[in-house]
């Protein structure tokens, strides 16, 4: 029975997800580009930077953090930086890319620290959460999603970390080829969970993490996590 | 709480979920970097003062009534039914409110909480709990828009005896057409307030300019807008694009009215015309010479308040520091200043309710900026901050000297000799 369960959380649940992923937020999009725009400007001054630079750096530099709380400032980069990383080191996941090794390295960039840095990252803006006024402004879904990323990272740092550790044979025995092979089976529509997944002892932490994973995905965009496409459009109004 | 008002109000709700809504909406992470970034919360430091924690009540209702989460999983978001309680934190929210969207600048996202205000003062008004002062204001805006005829010859007679004030202070012949109206063809539409003020320190800048200008039978201020009627606010708006347009004016000058000012200049769309604040014209009436100041003929230390809806929502932060530095030898810039300069707190219509200590608590940031210039005299450029700064003044007891820029200037003519 676990292996059915764990079958529907590595194959059909992954599809489900990456389709409600991109179906959600095509489907947000096309809600906020079809609603009813504003007449009039909502910008404010002065414009320093053309609008394109001024929005990319507002988005990006999170200027606005850095004047007001520099630590805070330092894990809001810190996070959004290891999180592009972190996407990187899925996708050589699915097979090697030549730019991507323009920094020879072996699978993940960053040795691990990537995924160390996410982790502090997010438990420190779990616990800012903790603390008043933040306690006071947030609500149950700013927890659950720090604490739903903390987990999948949790997981996804124990796997590749072990699996660094014990590189060459040992206790945690799913190499590498075996993540690229059933990554890229899903891609090609051919999806297998490979022997080396399944049969090794771990499989339950691998279905774990891509488990929550697909929920990750799931509630991008019907959560806050939506800022990731929104930011740029608020902040362009501003700049209108 | 009866289920038709109920209707009524998620109706509202709906009408009013635009582009920029969804946006906040949905981007808000509740980070909190907004979260001291208001007056009103220097003032007095309460949740329900903070930027989010105001956005937060109506972004919780429309989580409620506009989003399925809202509907399925009301705890998800903290989603909020309407009711009376519901609506006293509505009221709270959006009257401690000054729009002055410092918040919006300081918010990693631009989230701008006056939109999100709009719709709080806007179920207010359908819910019948919205300010009465302002919607008898606003409905008496409407009525003189509507009934302009009316009015015409009793305020052409109010006019012709302000026209005396200006000949005598630039010692013309005569005080006929000093203060022209309904003249066809003008430059310059300028539109005043209620206020003697508003119109005879702007007359003489015209007059000593000779400028082409009529002035408008309409008060810039929006009291429609202030009190959160989107309805009202168009048309009091309209009744001044329509006599621009009627009297084929090239430029609408808007008096020292920092919203009047921002209404026509950036929410209304494209105008046939272009709007200015009379601020931007008497610094183009000196920097081309029109006008002649008397250079340093103030010693006392000086600063300038930037109205929020000029500065920061306006963008006209140079024109005014670049006249006062002509007249003035000691000038003291405020910290923080410019986008980042506090709101006095009398925005939004507040400086027209009855919250006078509520307006002194909240304007302790101003107070403080003012005391750490040393000045003794606070120039601005608002009505609503002229009011809203002489409350500061007596609520702390500052030894200051508040003065419109117009005033300032009129105080500092260098009167040519009369032809």
């Given amino acids: 029975m676990w292996s059915k369960v764990f079958y529907f959380t590595m194959v059909p649940m992954v599809y489900a997800a990456v389709a409600i992923f991109i179906g959600g937020l095509i489907f947000k999009l096309a809600v906020v580009l079809f609603s009813k725009r504003f007449k009039g400007s909502l910008a404010t001054y002065p414009k320093r930077l053309p609008r394109p630079v001024g929005v990319a750096v507002e988005a990006l530099a999170v200027p606005s953090a850095f004047k007001k709380d520099k630590v805070f400032w330092l894990f809001i980069l810190a996070f959004h930086i290891s999180f592009f990383l972190l996407f990187i080191g899925h996708l050589e996941l699915i097979r090697e890319f030549k730019w991507i090794q323009l920094i020879p390295h072996e699978v993940f960039l960053g040795a691990g620290a990537v995924g160390i840095v996410l982790i502090i990252s997010v438990l420190y803006f779990l616990f800012r959460r903790f603390r008043s006024p933040w306690r006071e402004i947030s609500v149950p879904e700013d927890f659950f999603i720090l604490i739903l990323l903390f987990l999948t990272m949790f997981l996804g740092s124990h796997l590749h970390l072990s699996a660094r550790f014990y590189a060459g044979g040992g206790a945690f025995d799913i190499p590498i080829e075996a993540y690229r092979e059933y990554l890229s089976s899903l891609l090609a529509l051919k999806p297998v969970v490979p022997d080396g997944i399944a049969y090794s002892p771990h499989y339950v932490l691998v279905a774990l993490h891509i488990f929550l994973a697909n929920l990750v995905l799931i509630l991008i965009p019907f959560s806050k996590v939506v800022h990731m496409v929104f930011a740029f459009l608020s902040l362009d109004l501003k700049r209108k | 709480m009866e289920k038709e008002k109920i209707q009524e109000l998620k109706s509202i709700l709906k009408s009013r979920l635009n582009r920029p809504l969804r946006y906040y909406t949905d981007t808000c992470t509740r980070c909190g970097i907004c979260y001291d970034s208001c007056h009103a919360f220097y003032g007095i430091p309460k949740k329900e003062y903070s930027p989010v924690g105001r956005a937060e009540v109506v972004r919780k209702l429309l989580k409620k009534y506009t989003r399925p989460s809202g509907f399925l999983f009301p705890y998800w978001g903290d989603a909020m039914k309407l009711g009376d309680a519901v609506l006293d934190q509505v009221f709270e929210a959006a009257w401690s409110c000054t729009g002055c969207r410092r918040c919006m600048v300081n918010c990693p996202f631009g989230i701008d909480t006056g939109q999100i205000m709009g719709v709080a003062k806007h179920l207010l008004i359908e819910n019948g709990t919205a300010p009465e002062e302002l919607i008898m204001l606003a409905d008496a805006a409407v009525e003189k828009g509507k009934s302009i005829d009316q009015f015409k010859e009793g305020y052409k007679q109010v006019i012709h005896d302000l026209e005396k004030e200006v000949q005598k202070k630039l010692n013309l012949p005569s005080p006929d057409g000093l203060i022209p109206m309904e003249k066809q063809g003008a430059d310059i539409l300028y539109v005043g307030l209620a206020g003697a003020h508003s119109i005879v320190n702007p007359a003489i800048i015209f007059n000593a300019a000779k400028a082409n200008w009529t002035l408008s039978f309409f008060e810039a201020v929006n009291f429609g807008f202030f009190a959160g009627d989107p309805d009202k606010t168009n048309f009091i708006a309209q009744r001044i694009i329509k006599e621009a347009m009627a009297l084929n004016v090239k430029e609408v000058v808007i008096v020292e009215c920092g919203t009047a000012f921002r209404i026509l200049r950036a929410l209304m769309g494209k105008l046939p015309f272009r709007v200015s604040s009379i601020v ?140």
């Fill in chain 2, 280 to 419: 931007e014209v008497i610094h183009r009436y000196v920097e081309e010479g029109k006008v002649k100041l008397n250079k340093n003929s103030v010693s006392e230390p000086v600063t300038y308040h930037d109205p929020c809806q000029l500065g920061r929502n306006g963008g006209v932060f140079e024109e005014p520091r670049a006249v006062i530095r002509k007249i003035v030898s000691d000038y003291r810039e405020m910290s923080p200043t410019r986008e980042q300069n506090w709101c006095c707190g009398g925005g939004g219509g507040l400086v027209a309710l009855d919250n006078e200590d509520f307006r002194i608590k909240t304007g302790k940031a101003k107070k403080d900026q003012i005391v750490a210039t040393g000045a003794k005299i606070v120039v601005t450029a608002c009505e609503n901050c002229v009011s809203q700064l002489k409350t500061i003044k007596g609520g702390y007891g500052l030894d200051i000297e508040v003065k419109y820029l117009s005033e300032l200037v009129c105080e500092n003519l260098a009167i040519q000799s009369s032809e």
